[in-house]
């Protein structure tokens, strides 16, 4: 039996996009993040079902688009805290303040 569940992580706004291709770009590199397992929304929302606990690179794949997009991180910090890798949670590394500001 597998220890991994799954849940959703809202965002109230998504990204701003400058083209349709920046939009493109940027759901492909959401869909293709393999612990991203669903991508929805209505309006400027967006919700993300995502495989829990969620596994390092995808995690580190899904902060590195949400900080270029200039999304709001704080929604990631669940999954930072459940990561048994301290790194998530150091305050040098440069996605802390927006996740854990």
Not at 58 to 87: F, H, T, W
Request: hydrophobic fraction near 35%; proline fraction near 4%; glycine fraction near 8%.
């Amino acid at each position: 039996m597998s220890n991994t569940s799954q849940g959703s992580i809202s965002f109230a706004e998504g990204p701003t996009f400058y083209s349709q291709m920046d939009q493109d770009h940027f759901f492909a590199w959401l869909q293709s993040i393999s612990g991203v397992k669903e991508v929805g929304g209505t309006g400027r929302a967006m919700e993300l079902v995502v495989g829990r606990p969620m596994d390092k690179e995808s995690l580190r794949d899904l902060i590195a688009l949400m900080v270029r997009y200039r999304m709001n991180c704080r929604p990631l910090k669940p999954l930072c805290d459940e990561q048994e890798d301290e790194g998530f949670r150091d305050k040098r590394k440069y996605w802390y303040s927006a996740v854990y500001g």
